[in-house]
């Protein structure tokens, strides 16, 4: 297990294979995935096949990662950091249990994950997307300190970027 990050309540580790029945638990909420874009999987199998191609650590050096309860070792959901190459930009993700919202887990995770990348990746802006309606989700990107950039097509609905430069970050 190779921990990336720790804050007061939290760690941030590389997903694993063995994930794969937490994610694809995650991934068959609907409230969980109604602004991501993303269909659920159909199994824990082809959440696994997902997990055992996941190639950003190796490619980018980091990723998305499952973010673990420090008192009791359960996944809580995922955060992390992603590279889009035809971009050239790293976002802010996170997705977490439904029963685990509004507990202030997103804020902490990704604020640890911004300073990681500022501070550790030496990444010089960094980016976070939402769906307009995902109120939720563009609260805890204004939460971390990333302002409005533009609106976008977010797979066929109005979305919105955010973003951060290392120099302006706040939150830490």
């Given at each position: 297990?190779?921990?990336?990050l720790?804050?007061?309540?939290l760690?941030?580790?590389?997903?694993?294979?063995?994930d794969?029945?937490?994610?694809?638990?995650?991934?068959?909420?609907?409230n969980v995935?109604?602004y991501t874009?993303d269909?659920?999987?159909?199994?824990?199998?082809e959440?696994?096949?997902?997990l055992q191609?996941?190639k950003?650590?190796?490619?980018?050096g980091?990723g998305r990662?499952?973010?673990?309860?420090?008192?009791?070792?359960?996944?809580?959901?995922?955060?992390?950091l992603?590279?889009?190459i035809?971009k050239?930009e790293?976002?802010?993700g996170?997705r977490f249990?439904?029963?685990n919202?509004?507990r202030?887990?997103?804020t902490e995770?990704?604020?640890?994950?911004?300073?990681y990348g500022?501070d550790?990746?030496h990444?010089?802006?960094?980016?976070g997307r939402?769906m307009s309606e995902n109120i939720a989700?563009?609260k805890v990107?204004q939460k971390l300190?990333?302002s409005?950039d533009?609106e976008f097509?977010f797979d066929?609905?109005?979305?919105?970027?955010?973003?951060?430069?290392?120099?302006k970050?706040s939150?830490?």
């Open positions: 297990m190779k921990i990336i720790e804050t007061d309540r760690l941030l580790r590389e997903l694993t294979i063995e794969a029945y937490h994610f694809y638990e995650l991934n068959v909420n609907p995935i109604q874009g269909s659920p999987f159909e199994n824990a199998e959440a696994l096949v997902f191609n996941y950003d650590y190796r490619e980018n980091y990662w499952a973010v673990i309860d420090k008192s009791n070792t359960e996944f809580l959901g995922w955060c992390g992603k590279y889009d035809s050239d790293t976002d802010i996170f249990f439904e029963r919202w509004n202030g887990l997103a995770s990704a604020a640890a994950c911004l300073k500022f550790q990746l990444l010089k802006k960094i980016v939402a989700s563009i990107l300190g990333l409005f533009k097509d066929g609905h109005k979305g919105v970027i955010y973003s951060i430069e290392k120099s970050q939150i830490y």
